[in-house]
């Protein structure tokens, strides 16, 4: 008799940390850092505070032990927004939970990254995690040690504390001990957190370990972009899911009402044109449509020719991104573009690219090619050979540009930007080859490529001028 | 107030399904094809029943329309253990539920496959799904149609009929409708299916389709292999947590009998050895440890010497890779090597590799190299490049053997089986870096290596004496 059964997120995700990037000690320690950063700056960036991080890592292994794996203790502070006290256990201690599940765009999306790190130290060390946090203007700290109970997906509390909080203080401090390799994983570490420092001019953040590195990134800027704000999605792509979704917390809403309300780029004109096509009258309720009304609305509004999506809930890198490559490579050409707000399945995304040349850009080794992705500000250090970036890249016939990708000292930078980054991993290694978020970024680096092509066939034309 | 929530498992796999291999609607073709194929082998295999699927696929739009992505029709139909009518439901309507959460070698590990091509099928279509089973030897069949309510993780059953089983037939079958595109993905769901007839020999399987395609793989030999066993954890490599969760089931037993009942290779002799190393009472109840008497049998076992593990769970392909790649290639030369069990994190696993020369092994283009990849019988067609397979290929010097990868007509086959693949994705398209599996695979491939080497020495030899 097979047995049947049901297992929890939390007991899955301990299963299969290999899915969340946890794949082997070196790989993890990487990980550890990057979920635990990315959760700071997003808490910073929810109230445009400008983000003060500090990162220690301490060996806790006893002295003289040279071992590939040891027990490593990192703790990471910031002067984010911090997390009210009565959510504080299960933001930490129960998987998929979380604030970032609303349509913005954040670095969080799967109420997943700062769990896998302490459920790793847990399983790893037998030893509790530490969560210290005040919200602003708060009148208490409040500290808490704690275990995820894996089976049944909450938060075990093993001690509390609440301190006064005499100096307003406002952030978050994750204390915990792992087994991991950090020799192994340093240099990506370091890559990781330079990357970042580059496309978040904004932020200060000291990294200390315990090798004697002292790394301090300054803030180069001290104004920020506006914050994101939530929106509706946008009616191009939206599954019939979600459709039915928002019906139902709707649905005594005529439904012309209700497209203007749930959708963004329709208005009441808009939704009657829809409605006529769809044959449907506007004053119907859309609870009461019946399911051949709601396909044909549907299929309607999959071809209809909606204006492009509002992109004030996205925060590109624009500009900062020149400043940062020349900061970089200093190269002796960059040529930039950022796309107009598209969308995919109701997500607006923005692509931003770039193509440098020169400089101190090296020339590839080994058929590879110089790419540095981005996402939500994110940088994606691993698994670049699957990335939809590469594979644009790498299906575009270059001799049309005369231009050899493999052989010149030639780099490209693509950021993308939406309320949803199609992950192909949980680990947010690369991105999923999606047919929109591939056609943006095709459309852009072909015209950095014109542009560099140009560049390249004047510089030709100017030496062979000299020559002559 | 940030808005704080926790979201259903199937709720996450909805909104993150490019996670879970359904990343665009090509790849979505053939990945619900692969679930769908898996999921029958291993009920076959499960009652050592000689597997017979049939595959349908039609294409639901009307005449004369030739688009790209098209409403089709999936139809997969096999002679198994069927599902128990209590438990169908559940089974394809209730995310992270199934059969395959044991300690034995299957196909299916996560309890998402069969549940996310019917989630599919249900976004892009809004139309429920039919399940029709029978378990051996009852008398009826079950005809299910169904959604997956996917905020509340849970089946809505829309119609439910009990059909007499005349004729005493088992197994399952699935239909549904779901929009992809069929043509992109075609390729790739043949050479799944050739591939694994070829490490399957025991299946027969019919694959229909709607462009006059109809592939009969009849089958090869009429005997199975011996049924997986559940066996227990193997100790090296289990972690602190599955070793806390293992005590609480039997928190009354003296420590000795713990260890020698919930871990294989552990026998009263070996148990009191490792007990007086962490000079703990083999007496005393194991839910009566202490922390740090936990923490130190914990440390003796992380590094204690146990035997290799038992392999009666696992169901390595053997001999039959060598008459697969015959078939496949006519080579003139094969070297196979099956490496004794090991384990990784309590898992035990068998590497099996193949190195073939010649025949119509073609030369690789683009710096690529022919490598064949396969776990626990699955053929894994996507994202070589990352596979821990191509990092050992890739990491070897192959100077040293004076073989040329790049630039001959060589093939390399893997095929890892266990109780646990660690694969990297959700979508089982390649394998993670797992220290121990890595090591395994190299040492396999350098004995292929070093056969073939000398095959191709003795062969340079031979030509020579010839021209003198
Ligand atoms: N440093 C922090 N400051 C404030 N809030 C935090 C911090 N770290 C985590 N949180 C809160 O805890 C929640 C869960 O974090 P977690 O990293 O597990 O998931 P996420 O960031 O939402 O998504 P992802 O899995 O993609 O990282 C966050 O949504 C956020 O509300
Ligand atoms: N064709 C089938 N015959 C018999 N049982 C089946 C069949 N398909 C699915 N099942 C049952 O339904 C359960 C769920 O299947 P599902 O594919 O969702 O998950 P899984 O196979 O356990 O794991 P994975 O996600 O790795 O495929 C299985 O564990 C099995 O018990
Ligand atoms: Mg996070
Ligand atoms: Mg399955």
Chains 1, 2 share one sequence.
Not at 267 to 287: F, H, P
Request: aromatic residues 12%.
């Amino acid at each position: 008799m097979l047995k049947f059964e049901e297992i929890s997120p939390s007991d899955f995700f301990y299963r299969n940390k290999e899915i969340a990037g946890f794949e082997n000690p070196t790989k993890t320690c990487y990980t550890i850092v990057r979920e635990l950063v990315e959760n700071s700056l997003d808490s910073c960036e929810a109230r445009r505070i400008l983000p003060e991080i500090n990162i220690y890592v301490k060996n806790m292994e006893e002295m003289g032990e040279e071992k590939e794996e040891q027990k490593i203790n990192i703790r990471v502070e910031d002067n984010g927004i911090g997390i009210p006290s009565d959510k504080a256990p299960f933001a930490f201690g129960k998987i998929l939970y979380g604030s970032k599940f609303v349509l913005k765009q954040h670095r969080g999306i799967f109420g997943l990254g700062g769990k896998m790190a302490v459920l790793y130290g847990q399983i790893t060390t037998n030893m509790p995690f530490k969560v210290i946090t005040a919200t602003m203007d708060t009148k208490y700290i409040h500290y808490y040690e704690m275990f995820i109970d894996i089976v049944k997906n909450q938060p075990k509390i093993v001690r509390y504390e609440k301190i006064l909080n005499k100096e307003m203080w406002h952030g978050l401090i994750i204390d915990f001990n792992f087994m991991g390799n950090y020799k192994g994983a340093k240099k990506k570490i370091i890559e990781y957190l330079f990357q970042t420092a580059i496309i978040v001019p904004y932020m200060q953040l000291l990294y200390v370990d315990f090798e004697g590195t002292s790394l301090f990134f300054e803030r180069k800027v001290s104004s920020m972009p506006p914050e994101a704000k939530e929106i509706l999605l946008h009616p191009k792509g939206v599954d019939l899911e979600m459709f039915k979704r928002l019906i139902k917390l709707d649905s005594h809403l005529p439904v012309s009402k209700f497209l203007c309300k749930r959708f963004q780029k329709i208005g009441i004109k808009t939704a009657n044109d829809i409605l006529n096509l769809a044959g449907i009258s506007s004053n119907i309720k859309v609870g009461r449509l019946k399911d051949e009304e709601l396909q044909k609305l549907y299929s309607v509004m999959k071809s209809y020719p909606f204006k492009r999506p509002d992109a004030k809930a996205l925060s590109p890198i624009g500009e900062y991104m020149k400043i940062g490559i020349d900061a970089m490579f200093k190269p002796e050409f960059i040529s930039f573009d950022q796309r107009e707000p598209s969308s995919y399945e109701g997500h607006p995304f923005i692509v931003e690219t770039a193509v440098a040349y020169g400089g101190r850009i090296p020339i590839p080794q080994n058929n590879e090619i110089n790419l540095y992705r981005f996402a939500n500000k994110i940088p994606l250090i691993y698994d670049s050979y699957n990335d939809v970036s590469m594979k644009v890249i790498k299906d575009i016939n270059w001799n049309a540009y005369k231009i050899n990708i493999y052989q010149e000292p030639i780099a490209f930078f693509v950021h993308i930007c939406s309320t949803k980054i199609p992950y192909k991993t949980l680990g947010k290694e690369y991105i999923a080859n999606q047919p929109e978020i591939y056609k943006e970024i095709e459309l852009s680096i072909r015209r950095n490529a014109r542009n560099l092509s140009a560049y390249l066939n004047k510089k030709k034309f100017m030496e062979y001028q000299k020559v002559r």
